[in-house]
């Protein structure tokens, strides 16, 4: 059915570069423990929708208007919680990060111009580029996955791209970069002026102390800190992503953005989420206990975690992780399988749903599905 299904779409007058692609997505199956798409496990806490669901109340009366194009409050409320000196004129927000990253392909990349990333990364950037219709180029990393200065630095004065995607912490392997990564492609990318986007959609997971590139912000035009609300904030289902930038790259996606883009139920969801962060990053440091578990837990067992400043952990070692992945599922437990030989990748649960899952890896370890020595 999936053949036939390609056959009909492909015998449509598509776009040459669109032909033969497959939508992202990962698999959507009813399940009792979903720990496969990094979502925030623990949900929204019952204050925190409460304030929501009067916010979008309010908001429904006024919905035969058109809501405020510029989102201002939002944007006033962005920048606050962001802190580093932003004000509203640098922050921009869409349907979702990668409406975001759509945009800003929309606005600097396109026919004749290259967006280059670092395999093993987010699976969305090359699907972006070909929606714009800008060329993918894939960079690489050490054997370790890795991303030293030097190395991204070279890549970029070599090839010349037009924009870099540098997502930190990286998915799937979950580390961060360093802000002298950040600066070093930045530098890199001052002949050919090139676009550099630092993906943090899971920076509120990092460890005490990490950095954010949004301390590089200030003098750095072409340097653009993108978020989303998905994540730390538990709002997958609301779909709000948002960038931290130069006022002039804010402007430069007015020009590609759709009209009244953001509704009204969206901005009131994110303000009240937003006036009750406390709550909200009260889960996250649950969050982070349960992945610096599941990495302690894992190592115990013989398998290599990789450090992660995320909410999710990428660990090697398996003979067979495909088979690993199946029979977790038939025991009620998702899990993600990136394609990367050796490898899978869990998001951190609630302390319930962790545990579940190391004590099922725990049993399917000690039955046949061996880590490699």
């Not at 869409?94 to 945009?103: I, K």
């Not at 009750?276 to 349960?290: E, N, P, T």
Request: glycine letters at 8%; one cysteine or more.
């Amino acid at each position: 059915m999936v053949t036939d299904q390609l056959e009909r779409l492909n015998r449509l007058p598509l776009r040459t570069n669109l032909r033969g692609l497959r939508p992202y997505g990962a698999p959507q199956l009813d399940v009792p423990i979903l720990l496969n798409v990094n979502e925030n496990t623990h949900g929204v806490p019952d204050d925190v929708r409460a304030a929501i669901t009067e916010a979008v109340s309010a908001a429904a009366a006024g919905l035969n208007r058109y809501p405020d194009r510029e989102f201002t409050e939002l944007r006033e409320a962005l920048a606050e919680y962001l802190g580093h000196g932003l004000g509203a004129e640098n922050i921009w927000a869409a349907n979702g990060s990668n409406e975001v990253l759509q945009q800003i392909l929309q606005a600097f990349g396109g026919p004749g111009r290259t967006a280059l990333s670092f395999p093993p990364t987010y699976s969305m950037y090359p699907l972006l580029a070909s929606g714009t219709d800008t060329e993918y180029i894939v960079g690489t990393r050490a054997d370790d996955y890795g991303l030293s200065a030097e190395s991204a630095a070279r890549q970029v004065r070599e090839l010349q791209p037009n924009i870099v995607f540098l997502c930190s912490p990286n998915n799937p392997t979950g580390t961060g970069l360093g802000p002298d990564v950040v600066e070093a492609v930045y530098e890199a990318g001052e002949a050919s002026q090139t676009i550099v986007i630092v993906d943090e959609a899971y920076h509120e997971f990092a460890h005490d102390g990490t950095p954010s590139a949004l301390a590089l912000l200030p003098g750095r035009e072409r340097l653009i800190i993108s978020r989303t609300m998905s994540k730390a904030f538990a709002l997958a289902g609301a779909r709000l992503g948002y960038m931290a930038a130069a006022p002039e790259v804010a402007d430069a996606l007015r020009l590609v953005r759709l009209p009244y883009h953001l509704s009204a139920i969206t901005q009131a969801t994110a303000l009240a989420a937003l006036r009750h962060r406390v709550a909200l990053m009260a889960d996250v440091a649950d969050i982070k206990r349960q992945r610096d578990r599941i990495v302690s837990e894992l190592t115990r067992l013989g398998l290599k975690p990789a450090a992660s400043d995320s909410n999710y952990v990428f660990f090697g070692g398996l003979e067979n992780p495909h088979e690993v992945w199946q029979r977790l599922l038939d025991a009620g437990v998702l899990i993600r399988d990136v394609g990367i030989p050796g490898h899978l990748r869990v998001t951190a649960g609630t302390e319930t749903e962790t545990t579940a899952f190391l004590e099922t890896l725990e049993r399917i370890l000690n039955s046949h599905a061996r880590p490699r020595a």
